[in-house]
Nanobody
Framework: QVQLVESGGGLVQAGGSLRLSCAASGSIFSIYTMAWHRQAPGKQRELVAAITHGGSTNYADSVKGRFTISRDNAKKTVYLQMNSLKPEDTAVYYC???????WGQGTQVTVSS
């Protein structure tokens, strides 16, 4: 059974950085596109970034130039490097394997002004 476990969230001041990790188990990780989403209080969940099995990436306009998604297929892990964080980036961040519809449990990111 596929499981996704996120880590790396926390509290950071505006302008700071965090790196989120998502470790996958129980699947052939390398063939799947992986994605990061986020959900702020009172708002809908939104796609933040995605990376294909070949390494092609796409980003939400709100994070372009600040966030970088990457993957290590040997470690079955996808990362989200978040720089120049803003208070509006505060949300629960979720890892997803869209190909099989599996979500992680989420990790809280809080950016203070």
């Amino acid at each position: 059974q596929v499981q996704l476990v996120e880590s790396g969230g926390g509290l950071v001041q505006a302008g700071g950085s965090l790196r989120l990790s998502c470790a996958a188990s129980g699947s052939i990780f390398s063939i799947y596109t992986m994605a990061w989403h986020r959900q702020a209080p009172g708002k809908q969940r939104e796609l933040v970034a995605a990376i294909t099995h070949g390494g092609s990436t796409n980003y939400a306009d709100s994070v372009k130039g600040r966030f970088t998604i990457s993957r290590d297929n040997a470690k079955k892990t996808v990362y989200l490097q978040m720089n120049s964080l803003k208070p509006e980036d505060t949300a629960v961040y979720y890892c997803q394997n869209p190909g099989i519809g599996v979500w992680g449990q989420g990790t809280q990111v809080t950016v203070s002004s």
